[in-house]
């Protein structure tokens, strides 16, 4: 058995993520679903890839989870590394290129891994917001800024880091830009185009998210993006540098626009809240924050969106500590290219794209949603 095996079979049955644990068979997400790949039916590519290698429709034992994932290793000293911290991240690639974000760790003793396909291609924001063409524009529009702060928030596995490779390429492709990326590990590969673009990986090229940013100040950028914003120290440099006059496009994993600014206010001890109101304030530019969801017809994912576009009056919201009032700002804010996610997902059920039970899996506030569906 060799772990390439499987990940060709992933990327060929539209999988985004595969599961390799003790006491199940791989299991496959496909359209939101994790399923043992002796359940996925209906599948030509399954069947045959089953009658081909049938020892990877059998349950994984302790022996094989550790035989695969070593093959995930360039060298035996990063293995030793993962097994003595018990956990590790980085991207690994086939040989016929297909590439994968991992996450080896422990379990009950035993190790396993979630590997998270990277599509070679970078899609464009016009792919990714085809069902919204107005929150496409908001999207060129930061794209388009000079300096501030741009978050694009939501759970794991809602296409964040997919919409932050497709600004850069956005960037990338219109503008005389230099852009520094730092990931951990690094997802798309982007090449230079109209910009240069350097991207640095945690671990590799840089200690940590904020040395990666100190430095990156003394060179000479106009874009900065900062794969998550994770701890104080992140944060603090972040707004520092979208102050001094850059990009930053960051992520955080909160739902919604008035979460995301509490989370980062509330990272912060007392004493310092109020001077973090204020910087945030000054440089925040908007916050997207995004959810995936499986189409009606369960053939794949639509993406619904929740979008703040930092006018006047939420600048004051944020400096007095009024995020309460923030919801009601994106309610009144469309012409600025402002939406709710309740109105974001009321939209995707009116079109038949997606279901009413999967819209409220998805939103804390069905009440809303139900008024805008009316």
Same mark, same amino acid.
């Given at each position: 058995m060799h772990i390439d095996e499987i990940l060709n079979l992933a990327v060929e049955t539209g999988t985004s993520d595969i599961h390799i644990t003790v006491g199940v068979p791989p299991m496959l997400r496909i359209d939101g679903l994790l399923l043992k790949i002796t359940e996925i039916c209906g599948r030509d590519? !399954?069947?045959?890839?089953?009658?081909?290698?049938p020892e990877w429709?059998?349950?994984v034992d302790e022996n094989t989870a550790q035989f695969l994932i070593k093959q995930l290793f360039k060298d035996d000293k990063r293995y030793r590394e993962y097994v003595n911290g018990k956990n590790c991240d980085f991207a690994y690639e086939t040989e016929n290129g297909l590439r994968f974000r991992v996450n080896t760790f422990f379990q009950k003793g035993k190790q396993a891994v979630v590997l998270r396909v990277l599509p070679k291609k970078i899609p464009e924001i016009k792919e990714l917001f085809a069902a919204f063409p107005e929150m496409m524009m908001t999207? +060129?529009?930061?794209?388009?800024?000079? +300096?501030?702060? !741009?978050?694009?928030?939501g759970p794991t596995g809602s296409g964040k880091s997919t919409t932050l490779a497709a600004l850069i390429n956005y960037i990338n492709e219109k503008y005389h830009k230099h852009i520094i990326t730092l990931e951990d590990p690094i997802e798309y590969l982007h090449h230079h185009k109209n910009s240069e673009i350097n991207q640095r990986e945690v671990g590799t090229d840089v200690m940590s998210f904020a040395d990666g940013l100190r430095a990156a100040l003394r060179e &000479?950028? &106009?874009v900065i993006l900062v794969g998550e914003m994770r701890d104080p120290e992140t944060i603090a440099t972040a707004l520092e540098a979208a102050r001094t006059g850059h990009l930053v496009l960051s992520t955080l994993h909160t739902n919604t626009a008035a979460e995301t600014i509490d989370r980062i206010i509330n990272v912060f001890p007392p004493e310092q809240q109020n001077n973090i109101r204020t910087d945030l304030a000054e440089v925040l530019q908007g916050v997207i924050s995004q959810q995936l969801l499986r189409r009606k017809e369960g053939n794949g994912r639509v993406l619904a969106a929740e979008i703040l576009v930092v006018t006047p009056p939420i600048k004051s919201f944020i400096r007095d500590g009024k995020t309460h009032q923030i919801n009601n700002a994106i309610q009144t804010g469309r012409d600025e290219g402002m939406i709710l996610m309740a109105k974001s997902l009321s939209e995707l059920i009116k079109r038949g794209l997606i279901t009413m039970e999967a819209a409220k899996e998805k939103i804390s506030d069905e009440k809303m949603l139900e008024r805008y569906f009316g």
């Open positions: 590519a !399954v069947i045959n890839f089953l009658r081909k290698f429709g059998k349950s999207l +060129y529009r930061f794209a388009q800024l000079p +300096y501030g702060l !741009v978050l694009i928030t &000479d950028p &106009d």
